[in-house]
């Protein structure tokens, strides 16, 4: 396996930020598209400061995606990253309260083949708008 796929040399830090508003159906922002192997090293998500209010939350769910993204449909077509099941064994969304600290995955997950990225999509809980910061360490080659 290390000899197949090498651990990378350096890394690259690629971030996203998403704009949520209460009321709006879900909304997504993607990556640019990087090479053909790419590793995905860790992902950290950061959340607007705000007092704590458990009556507000963002949700939100990243995807690997390649070829054209154009829509939230588009996105959720992807494969997971980070999947998050609930006791029913149904795939759900990450959420962060108001007021909740920044979360952060480190992973070594691998992608071959195609020109890959990354997609975040969110929604908003409750009464306020939300920015999302979405932070990928990656390393081509």
Known sequence: MARLHPKPAYSRVVSVSLVLASGV???FVKTP???TRLWLLSVRVHKFAAVVDATKDTRFAIF????KVQSVD???LGQRILPLMNNSAELEWWMMLDGAQDRQWSMMMFFEGKPMGFAVVG?????GNDLLTV???ISEG
């Open 25 to 27: 159906p879900a909304t």
């Open 33 to 35: 598209v990087f090479g």
């Open 64 to 67: 690997a995606v390649s070829g």
């Open 74 to 76: 588009d996105a959720q």
């Open 123 to 127: 929604i908003r809980g409750g009464l």
């Open 135 to 137: 932070s990928f360490e």
